[in-house]
């Protein structure tokens, strides 16, 4: 399975590459599409409804402004969809409800907003695949400890 990253503008790419980091860290293969909600709706749509047949086992998309990219995708497919709300307005407040406020039936995750919801996005792709991968949730568990283990060392570092 892959997980395919969708942005709404070029502009986003460089807090949509977090995810891509976290994908790629973890061996999880990914395509990355920019595509707009508004101004390419047939090739979203079509993006969306040939996603499984792709091998995607999710999407995640990142937009700001009125951010219905996300939702847009979930409307025409059955994949998670994991939405991250990019700052482009207002401190990304307004991406975030817009993505958060989905109606009863089209589900959307939504992570934090900017970068660390980018990596946060990535990060829940991977617990998604771990469900079933042995290999992978291995992986994650390994990542846990070296987070613990970082943060250990900083408090060590400045409590002697």
Do not use: W
């Not at 568990?141 to 943060?151: E, F, N």
């Amino acid at each position: 399975m892959n997980v395919i990253i969708v942005m709404g503008s070029k502009s986003d790419l460089s807090v949509m590459e977090e995810a891509a980091k976290i994908l790629k860290e973890f061996g999880v293969e990914y395509s990355m599409r920019i595509m707009s909600a508004h101004r390419c709706p047939d090739e979203v749509a079509e993006l969306a409804k040939g996603a499984r047949t792709a091998g995607a086992g999710c999407i995640i998309a990142g937009a700001g402004m009125a951010a219905h990219l996300a939702g847009v995708i979930a409307a025409h497919t059955t994949l998670p969809v994991i939405a991250v709300p990019l700052d482009a307005t207002l401190s990304g407040m307004d991406s975030l409800l817009a993505m958060a406020q989905m109606p009863p039936g089209i589900p959307v995750a939504t992570m934090g907003i900017g970068k660390p919801g980018a990596k946060n996005a990535g990060l829940l792709a991977v617990e998604m695949f771990a469900v079933s991968d042995a290999a992978l949730a291995d992986k994650l568990a390994q990542y846990r400890v070296d987070m613990r283990a970082a943060v250990m060392a900083a408090d060590a570092e400045i409590n002697g």
